[in-house]
């Protein structure tokens, strides 16, 4: 979950959350979030355990230019589920030279 424009690619704010149980059994291991436009793709990788309570982050992010943000939620029984949102940045951030 991300604004679909953001005036700032400085400070771009995104949540993210995963249907699970969070039990000993069933739980969500890690959520990734990818921005593949920016010079470093991976922009933050977070791990999760049950003692989390739930499967939810917020945090903000640099995005380099209007793209898909990718999250990535890696489970207990070892698959992957994925989502994503687009986002249009009026002022680009990450710019390099």
């Given at each position: ?12 704010q995104?949540?993210?959350r ?7 059994a ?11 436009r920016?010079?470093r793709?991976i922009v933050?990788?977070?791990s999760?355990t ?15 230019d209007?793209?898909e ?11 992957f ?13 990450c710019?390099?030279?």
């Amino acid at each position: 979950d991300t604004p679909p424009l953001a005036d700032n690619g400085h400070s771009v704010q995104v949540r993210v959350r995963v249907d699970s149980p969070m039990t000993q059994a069933e739980h969500v291991r890690s959520i990734t979030l990818v921005a593949e436009r920016n010079p470093r793709p991976i922009v933050a990788k977070f791990s999760l355990t049950p003692g989390a309570g739930r499967a939810e982050i917020v945090t903000r992010i640099r995005l380099a230019d209007n793209q898909e943000v990718l999250a990535l939620a890696e489970l207990s029984d070892g698959t992957f589920w994925s989502g994503s949102a687009s986002v249009v940045v009026t002022e680009l951030a990450c710019l390099e030279g």
